[in-house]
């Protein structure tokens, strides 16, 4: 569970740290969904070279980012083989009953691996260097519009910033737990699927107990400072846009610009 | 079952950025029914040290020797009941472990674990409940309906069912009033003076080291910095306000005597050693000595 990269927030006080959350957050979406506009080898070089840069930006040691493919690679290499041998269409290099590797296979899989390899690339990036909190901030500020429509957008954001702030607490706690029962002979994931079931319960209640208790204490600590709802409240961390969220949105444009150039 | 650091090391989340140093280069053995009381402070790795004592954390490099089992960073997850319930081990705040629909069937759940017979562990339930200062009326109680120092009694016992040789306590009295700290402290010393059980505690009151231990293991940022008898410890006050360590409250007071004009051969640690050297000191009143 450590081992995880993507979801880890890296304190720094690089370029890319500095940026308005929404501006992260926008752009990542943004990149994500042209990735998917790259169709030749030149046009992925061109997404692999923006990637760079906004590493390079980062001051983050690419070796975070390769970590953060790692968990992923079986999922990765599943779909690539899937393009592989189910691609049809181009010289036909192999083949044995219905599964063939051929020409457009490949490059299909090809492309298929650097997408993948794009997209988590830049999400890594993006929790990395952005505080979690921050980003919850950013998805209230996004949806705000949607009040008009009476969604209850401060709410929201409420459960998504306490959700949040409090999965490091729930791990450490998971943590604990399981090293308490098995100090007390509790064997975690090995016997049958009734004996794992069962080892679960030691762990699974006082979980429960204790998130309810932290519920009721965070309850009592809001009501005790005056919480009324969302509305009408001023925030600690205001979110301003500034010159660097502009060059941000511009290297977007720039990129873009080349991507369709290089494209088909 | 003596156990025994060689050289070990442990690195939290080693192998990933975010690697940091829990243990570094510790050698030293816990002996067969000594009280070892462990001090230092917060994030100095004294729970890291302690989760190796029965094998919930493997060493990144180097031995720990647990009775005849050897731990190193290959050994397999497998076969280690026989440790764990060798080594008894309450952590902090273990109240927090409790699960069970009754107080019975959780102090039961660790014997019932190691292949305690039904009937056996209830009966030690009972038993242990009483031993923690409990009511035996808790014992069909839930665990969750009970006030927060009972629940840590109940987690105790829950621990001391499993009839281990080695206790091993996390700040087992963080957060108990008076009373039940000294009921506790006092539980803890007469299993090790009755049944040999061996001691290892972790604690933050140096008076119950004073009071208890027979041995002192001082850590700072990973390190084994001192160690020695509760007296070697102590004689340094300087040392131990730098490590943001004090004195206990008997030496503190023995101190202050000291600047008053009271003489001490040694400073006392214990209320009795302090008792015993001032009493040849104070005036006697008419009529109280009569040499
Ligand atoms: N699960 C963990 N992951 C990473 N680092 C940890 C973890 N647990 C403890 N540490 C770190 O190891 C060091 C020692 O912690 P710990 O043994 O809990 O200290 P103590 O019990 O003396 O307060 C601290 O710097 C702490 O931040
Ligand atoms: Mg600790």
Redesign the interface.
Known sequence: M??L?IG?Y?PGNSWVHQLDPRTKLLASFYFIAIVFMANTWLSYLVMFAGVMVMIAASRI?I??FL?GVRPMIWLILFTVGLQIFFTTGGHVYWQWGWLHVTHYGLINGAYIFCRFVLIIFVSTLLTLTTQPLSLADAVESLLRPLRYLHVPVTELALVLQIALRFVPTLMD?TT??M?????????FG?GGLFQQMKAV??LL??LF??SFGIAEDLATAMDARGYRGGDGRSKFRVLAYHSRDWVAGGSMIVLTALLLLTRR | MDITFDHVSYTY?A????AGEGLQDISVTIHDGSYTAIIGHTGSGKSTLL?HL?A?LKPTSGTVTIGDRQITSETSN?NL?PL??Q???V?QF?E????EQTVARDIA??PK??GVPEAKANALAEQMVTLVGLPASVLSQSP?DLSGGQMRRVAIA??LA?QPSVLVLDEPTAGLDPAGRRDMMQLFAKLHREQHLTVVLVTHQMDDVADYADHVLVMDHGRLVKTGTPREIFADPVWLTANQLGLPKTTQMAMALQRRGFKFAELPLTTSALAAALLPQLPVKAGERDE
């Open positions: 450590n081992k990269i880890r890296l040691r070796g975070f970590r706690q604990k737990i090293n308490a029962q098995r100090a007390r002979g509790v064997d090995t319960v030691p209640i006082p107990v204790d | 989340q192998g990933t950025p975010f989760q029965n919930l497998k009941k764990r319930q080594v008894g081990m952590f273990a927090n472990q409790l699960f759940f660790g674990n190691f969750f829950g621990v499993m």
